[in-house]
C-alpha cells in the first residue's frame, strides 16, 4: 500500500499538517492561557482599587470600621480581606468564602513578605489567584487582599484547549480523506498512460497515448512519450526495411549458385569445360554476395556507431592515384580512359581504408555507367582544410526522379538496371556507404551536376578530423 504514490503524497501531506497543526494549536493555548491570566489579575487590581477608594472616602476612628468596609463589597466570585502587617485578619468580606487553609497560606504569604498578584495552590483545595496591596487607614498600616478562586479560568482553558487539541485528529481526518482523494485523481492519467504504454509493444508501436492538455505537467509527459514511440517507430521499420532489403539482395546470387550447382551435378557426363563455366559463375557470384555480406556487416556496425575507426596520416592523392590504377585493367577491358588530373601533395589524418573505399566506390559508378570508351576524369583539390574529390563520369545521367534517391540503401534506379543487367551491378549500397564515410570524415559526398552525357560526383572530408562538426554514422 505504502509504495503507492498516492498513499506516500497523502501521508506527507497528513504529517507536515499534524506539525503545522500541532505547533499552531500550542501558541493559540499558551496565548489564550495569558490573556486569561491577564483578565483575571486585571479584574483583581481593579477591585482592590475599589477597596482603596472606599477607605479614602470614609472617616475611620476606629478600627471597627476597618472590619465593617469588606462587608459593602459583594462579590459572588471573589473574596476580600484585610490583614494587619503581623499577618492578623482584621476582616474578610462575606461571599464566597475562602477555605480555611488558603486563608491561612495567604496570611503567611503576606507575613513573608508576598504583595502584588501570587498563586496559592493547596491540595485539597481549588486554587486561588490574589493580589495583596498595602493599605493605609488613618494611620494604621494593613494589607488589603483580593483572591479569586481559579476553577473558571481552568475550565475556560480546558474547554480552549479542548477545542484546539481535538480539532486536530479531525482537521487531519479531513484533510487525509481531501488529500488522498485528490492525489487519487490527479494521478489517475498517469495510471491511464500506464496502461496504455503497457498495450504497446513492438508490433503495435503506432498507437499513442492520449494528450489531454498538452501544456501541463502530463500532457507534456505524453507528448514526450508519443515522441519516443514515433522514433522507436521509424527506427524498427528502417530496420524491418533493412532486413527486407537485405535478404532481398542475398536472395539472388544464393540461387543463382543453386542453380548453377544443380546444373552441373544434374549430369554426370559433364566435361571439364562445362564444370569450369560453372566454377566460375560460382566463383563471381559468391565473390558478389561476400561484397554484399561485407558492405551490410559495415552498415550495421556503422549504425550501432561501432565501426572501428582507425585514422592517420597519410597522401590523400596517394590514395586516390592508387584506386584509380587499381581500376586500370577493368577500365582498359572496356576501353575507358581513366583520366587524373595533376594534383598537389594533400596530407590527412583520416581512416586510409575507409577513404580507399569511398573513392573505389565513386570510380567504381562512373566505369559501370561510362559509355564505352569514354573518360572518367578524377580531380583533387584542397582548400581551406576541406580536400575535394570530383569524379567525372561519361554516363547516362541520373533521371530527376532518382536523384534524391541515389543515396538510400539498395536503391537503384531503373536504367542502371539496364545498363548493368544480371549478377554485375551493386546492391545499391556503394552511395550509401560512400557518404557514411564522408561523413564520419566531416564531409559529405553529393552529386554535383548529371545531365544525360555524364554526372560528377563529389567528395568532400576535412583533412584533419580535429575540424570536423559530426563524427556519427548517417
Ligand atoms: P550500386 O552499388 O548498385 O551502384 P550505388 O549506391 O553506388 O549502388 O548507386 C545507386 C544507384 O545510383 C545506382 O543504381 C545508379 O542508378 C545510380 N548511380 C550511381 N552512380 C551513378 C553514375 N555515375 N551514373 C549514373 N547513375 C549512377
Redesign the pocket.
Known amino acids: 500500500m505504502f509504495q503507492s504514490v498516492r498513499w506516500r503524497l497523502t501521508l506527507w501531506y497528513c504529517g507536515l499538517l499534524a506539525v503545522v497543526l500541532v505547533a499552531f494549536s500550542a501558541v493559540s493555548y499558551l496565548r489564550i492561557a495569558r490573556a486569561i491570566r491577564a483578565e483575571t489579575d486585571a479584574s483583581l487590581a481593579e477591585t482592590a482599587r475599589e477597596l482603596s477608594a472606599a477607605f479614602s472616602h470614609e472617616d475611620f476612628e476606629e478600627s471597627g470600621a476597618t472590619r465593617d468596609v469588606p462587608l459593602d463589597f459583594r462579590y459572588s466570585d471573589r473574596v476580600l480581606l484585610i490583614f494587619r502587617t503581623d499577618g492578623g485578619l482584621v476582616a474578610s468580606s462575606r461571599l464566597p468564602g475562602v477555605g480555611e487553609r488558603i486563608r491561612s497560606e495567604i496570611a503567611r504569604r503576606i507575613l513573608g513578605g508576598e504583595r502584588g498578584f501570587f498563586t496559592v495552590d493547596r491540595r485539597g483545595s481549588e486554587p486561588v489567584r490574589a493580589f495583596a496591596t498595602p493599605l493605609v487607614v488613618v494611620s494604621a498600616r494593613f494589607i488589603a487582599v483580593v483572591a479569586r478562586g481559579l476553577g473558571d479560568e481552568r475550565r475556560r482553558l480546558a474547554d480552549a484547549g479542548a477545542a484546539l487539541f481535538f480539532g486536530i485528529p479531525v482537521a487531519l481526518l479531513g484533510a487525509g480523506v481531501g488529500g488522498y482523494v485528490l492525489a487519487r485523481y490527479s494521478l489517475a492519467p498517469v495510471i491511464r498512460m500506464s496502461r496504455q504504454a503497457e498495450r504497446i509493444g513492438a508490433s503495435s508501436l503506432a498507437e499513442r497515448i492520449d494528450v489531454r492538455n498538452p501544456r501541463d505537467e502530463l500532457g507534456i509527459l505524453a507528448t514526450t512519450w508519443n515522441e519516443l514511440l514515433a522514433r522507436l517507430e521509424a527506427a524498427f521499420a528502417s530496420q524491418r526495411r533493412f532486413m527486407a532489403d537485405a535478404s532481398h539482395e542475398l536472395r539472388t546470387p544464393v540461387s543463382i549458385l543453386q542453380g548453377e550447382a544443380d546444373v552441373a551435378l544434374s549430369r554426370a557426363d559433364r566435361t571439364a569445360d562445362e564444370y569450369r563455366d560453372a566454377l566460375q559463375v560460382v566463383q563471381k557470384t559468391s565473390q558478389k554476395l561476400a561484397q554484399i555480406v561485407k558492405d551490410l556487416f559495415l552498415l550495421s556496425r556503422a549504425d550501432a556507431d561501432r565501426y572501428p575507426v582507425r585514422r592517420s596520416r597519410f597522401y590523400l592523392d596517394e590514395t586516390v592515384a592508387e584506386c584509380a590504377r587499381a581500376m586500370r585493367t577493368i577500365a582498359e577491358s572496356r576501353g575507358i580512359e581513366i583520366r587524373m588530373e595533376p594534383v598537389p601533395e594533400t596530407l590527412v589524418f583520416a581512416d586510409e581504408e575507409l577513404i580507399r573505399r569511398m573513392v573505389l ?2 570510380l ?3 566505369m ?3 559509355r564505352r570508351h569514354g573518360v572518367v576524369r578524377v580531380t583533387l583539390s584542397h582548400r581551406d582544410g576541406v580536400c575535394v574529390l570530383a ?1 567525372q ?1 561519361e ?4 533521371p530527376g526522379e ?1 536523384r534524391a534517391r ?2 538510400e ?1 539498395f ?7 539496364e545498363h548493368e543487367p544480371g549478377q554485375g ?10 557518404r557514411w564515410i564522408a561523413q564520419l570524415h566531416g564531409g559529405e559526398v553529393q552529386l554535383r551536376e ?1 545531365s544525360p552525357s ?2 560528377t ?1 563529389v567528395a568532400e572530408i576535412r583533412a584533419d578530423p580535429a575540424d570536423a562538426d559530426s563524427d556519427g554514422p548517417f
Not at 554516363?395 to 541520373?398: D, K, N, R, S
Not at 551491378?425 to 560512400?434: H, K, N, P, R, V
Open positions: 566506390n565513386l567504381d559508378n562512373a559501370k555507367y561510362t569524379v563520369d554516363g547516362p545521367g541520373i532518382d541515389i543515396f540503401r536503391f537503384r534506379s531503373s536504367p542502371a538496371a551491378g551493386g546492391a545499391g549500397l556503394g552511395l550509401a556507404i560512400a548529371t555524364g554526372s560526383f
